[in-house]
């Protein structure tokens, strides 16, 4: 078939659906088969978007952070920006904190409380020493432009770095934001990147990598900055090797030594696992918890889905689909990947595989990606299935990049997920077993809290272009469903607004009408559960010392297993702390407020359940 075909192929099968008065959809869930973990830092994101998705994880990564000196906070933009040298990460800081060493990271911890922070560090060879603008190719590393970065220092770690010498230690930076924030499991940078898209260093960077980097060198690079991780902070993760693309994936950008070490490895995917495992076990130690990938697809409608042009209603329809090449091997999205490489998709599971061969136990990470950000429903429609893919097919973190600014339908798809009531309420933490007829049209994701089947979440996904759909669901459970409560976007609003709700369910069945291009998220309930939501005690909590001074401590109770998320408040109603935490029964936190200025501040809990308490103290 010629690629002119394969493109109209899409809006082809749409619009034989469109013929149709409805399109009749038929979802099987069973809440007792094929349960799974969820990851809660699946739904994570490098930017701000709206500041209600209530991310749990957030990366502070990108081309800017190959150059990064923690010493000075100065960085590189390599190719994206005339190569310059300045102050950019930190230029919305004051004069003084932007002086602090390693200001970047410490705000990374300190406006983040509570959630999985990654941060990347340098493995390229070189960070800014100034912040004089462009560098020119005169001036390529090793030059007076440039400080050459140093795993171990090899003497005394001081808090206060010299920044006029040749030199930035990782070693001496990751000790100090250990003293200054403590360790991973102590409240510090819960994992490290091994630096950023080395498979683009000689485009993106070549002021500080100017050869073509080696499939070996990676991983020899790669080994020393593990185990320099992992000698600081064992309680810390490492996530690599952060490849930009498929081409990395496949050989590492053409690799230049990549046909003499190949070996058996079908893509250097299995070679960079396979040398890391071994590395491991010559160490006594895993080196790398997590295989990160960055994912920015290629499928196309008119135009590649996330360029800025992509608008049209063949893209619109591309980008719906496009999700379906992370899992779905009965499909055949409109790429170059799909034309030369059709056998490495679809994604997810193929690397799911190499992984079980190669470094049993790693993790998956998806920590950039875009499906792209347009004021059109097709935006939070991808991002929604995106979210539920990563969720239900195992992958451990995700972190979307923005593209564009038209973010407010991307964001919605988070909030779906992770705030679909206004009050931070989330999609369940236990992957259950569901199914559709129909995968063109629709989508679905289930899920439930820990063992608890009282409560069943489902998202379900309408891609159809102007048909709605007739839902018919069933369901199998231990436990019998009375009712459900829904909320949702589609084509008309980004916003998130209730639905109207199923008022009686019989015999675990219902039928729902969904809109077309729509998102909708049901919380299905059994009668006990119903009554019991109700019950303002659902949580209690006390404060103590009230008035203090550097620790607080919060103690309570709730129903149950429960995902909490603790937020504080100033007196004018700004949001200065959060944390999410899960808890059974009763719990037991303790936050330091020591940095706060004095006043009356409030603590505010809210469970996955909306059920919520607040209660004020006082700081000295």
Known sequence: MNKSTLRLFPAVLFFSATLQAQVSVTYSVNTGVGRTPISPYVYGSNADLTGSENFPSRR?????????????????????????????LVSSLSAAQQKI??????????????????????????????????????????????????????SSFTLTPD?????????????????????????????????????LWTSTHPRIFNHALGAAELVTKSIAMAKTVKDMDNTAEVFGYESYGFSGYLNLQSAPDWSTVQGSAKWYIDYYLAQMNSASVADGRRLLDVLSLHWYS??????????????????????????????????????????????????????MSSINQYYPGTKLAITEYNYGDFNHVSSGIAQADVLGIFGKYGVYAGHYWQMQNNINYTAAGFKIFRNYDGNNSTFGNTHVYSKMSDKLNSSVYT??????????????????????????????????????????FDANSSTITQRTGVAAIAGNQFNYTVPA???????IKTASNSIAEKDPEEINFTLFPNPVSDHLKIEGTCAGKREMQMRVYDVTGREIMQELFSVQNSFSREINVSVLPAGYYQVSLTDNENNSKHLKFVKH
């Open 60 to 88: 502070s990564g990108g081309n800017r952070m190959t150059g990064y000196n923690w010493e000075n906070n100065f960085s590189n933009a390599g190719s994206d920006w005339v190569h310059s040298s300045d102050n950019y």
């Open 101 to 154: 060493p390693g200001v970047c990271a410490l705000n990374m911890i300190d406006g983040n409380p509570g959630r999985h922070t990654l941060f990347t560090l340098p493995v390229a060879g070189y960070v800014s020493r100034d912040s004089k603008g462009t560098v020119t190719q005169a001036e390529t590393a090793p030059s007076g432009r440039w400080r050459q970065v140093v795993n171990k220092k090899g």
């Open 163 to 199: 920044t006029s010498d040749n030199f930035i230690y990782v070693d001496e930076f990751l000790n100090y934001l250990i003293q200054k924030r403590g360790k991973a499991n102590a409240g510090g940078i819960k994992a490290y990147l091994i630096d950023n898209e080395p498979d």
């Open 298 to 351: 290629e499928a196309m409608g008119d135009h590649r889905i996330n360029d800025a042009a992509a608008t049209t209603t063949n893209d619109n329809v591309a980008r719906m689909q496009a999700p379906r090449s992370l899992w779905d091997s009965g499909y055949a999205e409109t790429s170059w990947i799909q034309q030369w490489y059709a056998a490495y998709l679809p994604l997810i599971p193929r690397v």
């Open 447 to 488: 899920s439930i809290n820990g063992t608890d089947e009282s409560v069943l979440y489902m998202v379900v996904i309408n891609k159809n272009l102007t048909q709605t759909i007739n839902g018919q669901f069933a369901i199998t459970s231990g436990v019998t469903y009375a009712n459900a409560d829904v909320w949702g």
């Open 517 to 523: 291009l729509s998102v909708l998220m049901f919380k």
